[in-house]
């Protein structure tokens, strides 16, 4: 589940650094950087945003990390693994189109 995180996070900053020319914030909040890249989101998104940002989990907290072990089940990890496919096709596609001329 991290690595949904960290793969979205990553995406979202580079589609931010390619429409700004600045380095990204040092941020690990999916829904700040989607906006801050552009990106219309509704409800139904954010509450997405924000549940893969929960991913990013201290590693200092052993309970808290026993308790997100046991709430990953199949199904809710295939869940966000496909939101997480979803989102990453959208940014993606928030890129400029390339030209065919070189």
């Known amino acids: ?8 996070e990553k995406s979202l900053k580079g589609l931010l650094t390619h429409k700004t020319r ?5 941020s690990h909040d999916l ?3 989607a906006l801050s890249a ?15 940002t929960g ?7 052993d309970n808290v990390k026993k308790d997100f072990y046991k709430m990953c089940t ?9 939101l997480t496919k979803k989102w990453l096709k959208l940014v993606e596609k928030n890129y400029p189109k390339r030209s065919s001329k070189r």
């Open 1 to 8: 589940m991290f690595f949904c995180h960290l793969a979205l």
């Open 22 to 26: 600045r380095t990204p914030p040092f």
């Open 31 to 33: 829904t700040g950087l």
């Open 38 to 52: 552009g990106i219309r989101i509704n409800k139904e998104q954010t509450r997405e945003l924000k549940t893969i």
């Open 55 to 61: 991913f990013n989990i201290a590693a200092r907290y």
């Open 74 to 82: 199949r199904e809710y990890a295939k869940k966000y693994f496909d």
